[in-house]
Structures are given as structure tokens and as C-alpha cells.
């Protein structure tokens, strides 16, 4: 029976992860966690064969950092990388930290489970390519990184005001952005387009390419 260890800050995800591996007789969870932090801490006890960690978890961890290290210090354990953002630069990144596989939550090509047994019969199972999300009008390749910065933060409940705390940019920044926004997907009020996002969990926390990253670091 392969063990198994679920990271992902996000209920929802964590629900469908937990009913994939429930549905095998081949595997079984050892815990679900939120912090990729005390991924490492439960692999000290040995009792972990494969991970499946989201990028962004709780309190801002890393799920391809703590793979690194859980890869360099235990070597034996699989790891996917599973998300939900169509972020060019997140399957590189994953690769050179040494993680087996990489499962879009959404949009895979194939179901969570074929990707685990792929990647406990050794194979490295990769997207060819970044998907591209439909969001309203606009396609996820058309949002500057500033933007969706901006509407991660909105989506997670945070006001305009405090958005602009949080990101440390101009109240003024936050309105033009969110603006921007609107117009490239065709939303009439902020409150109808956040409901349309959060709704759909297109933002766990948000997605960008990297190519794009650079075009709003100026306020």
C-alpha cells in the first residue's frame, strides 16, 4: 500500500485528492496538511511514499521549495506538484527541484490517479504546455502578473484599501488595475466578477506568466 501525504491550503482540493486516493485500493493517506512548512516534518517519520503538494499553501509556503528539500534529504519519495495556475515558469521550477510529476487540478490531460500510478512506476509525468484559462473575455495569458496580484487578493476578501497594504502599491494602483481588468473581460462591477472567480476557483491564489511578470512593477 503506497502512503500517501496531501498539502493543499484549499478545502475543495483537498476533498477531490482525498476521494481519488480513497478510491484506490492501492494507496492510502497517511495526513492531509495545509503548511508545505511540516511537509519535511512528516516525512521524518518514514512513513511517506508519495506526496501530492500544492504550490501555494498556507501562510505563503512554497510546495516546490519544500520539495527540494524533501527530495534532497529523501530521495525515495515521489512528489507531484498539483495547481490550479497556468504559471509557465511553476513546471520548470518543479523539475529542477526534483519532483517526479506535475498534475494541473483542473485542466489535467489525465485523472489524479493514472498520473500517481504512472509516477509510482517510475515514469516523470509533465504537461507539454501551460493551459490557457477563459476568464470572461479574456484569455489567463492576457493578465499582467500586477493585475492578478491585485485580484488574488480581492478574491481572498481583502478590500481595495487593503490590497494595496498588502501589495505595498497605491491605493490609486489597485483601482487602475482592477479596472484593467474588467475591460479585458468584459465584467460590468468588481463584485460580479470576484463572485464569477472565486466561484469557479479559477484563483488558488492566482495565475500569471512569467513573460508578463515585469510589466507592473511600477506603480
Known amino acids: 500500500m503506497t502512503r500517501v501525504l496531501i498539502v493543499d491550503d484549499q478545502r475543495t482540493a483537498r476533498e477531490v485528492m482525498e476521494i481519488a486516493v480513497k478510491q484506490s485500493k492501492k494507496y492510502s493517506i497517511v495526513k492531509t496538511i495545509m503548511d508545505a512548512g511540516n511537509a519535511y516534518l512528516c516525512c521524518m517519520n518514514g512513513r511517506v511514499d508519495l506526496i501530492l503538494m500544492d504550490v501555494y499553501t498556507l501562510d505563503g509556503e512554497n510546495g516546490?521549495?519544500?520539495a527540494a528539500k524533501i527530495k534532497r534529504d529523501f530521495p525515495h519519495i515521489k512528489i507531484i506538484i498539483v495547481t490550479s495556475m497556468p504559471e509557465e515558469s511553476f513546471i520548470r521550477k518543479a523539475q529542477e527541484a526534483?519532483?517526479?510529476?506535475?498534475?494541473?487540478?483542473?485542466?489535467?490531460?489525465?485523472d489524479l490517479l493514472t498520473v500517481m500510478d504512472r509516477t509510482m512506476a517510475g515514469e516523470s509525468v509533465y504537461p507539454d504546455d501551460v493551459p490557457v484559462i477563459k476568464i470572461g473575455l479574456a484569455k489567463s495569458t492576457e493578465f499582467t502578473k500586477?493585475?492578478?496580484?491585485v485580484l488574488r487578493e480581492l478574491v481572498n476578501g481583502h478590500s481595495q484599501k487593503d490590497t494595496a497594504d498588502i501589495l505595498g502599491i497605491k491605493y490609486d494602483s489597485v483601482r487602475t488595475h482592477l479596472k484593467s481588468i474588467l475591460i479585458k473581460t468584459g465584467y460590468d462591477t468588481p463584485s460580479r466578477f470576484i463572485a464569477e472567480v472565486s466561484h469557479k476557483n479559477y484563483m488558488i491564489p492566482g495565475f500569471y506568466k512569467s513573460s508578463r511578470e515585469d510589466e507592473d512593477t511600477k506603480e
Request: aromatic content about 16%; proline content about 0%.
Open 98 to 110: 526534483g519532483c517526479d510529476s506535475f498534475w494541473y487540478k483542473d485542466v489535467g490531460e489525465e
Open 146 to 149: 500586477r493585475e492578478l496580484d
Open 64 to 66: 516546490i521549495e519544500a
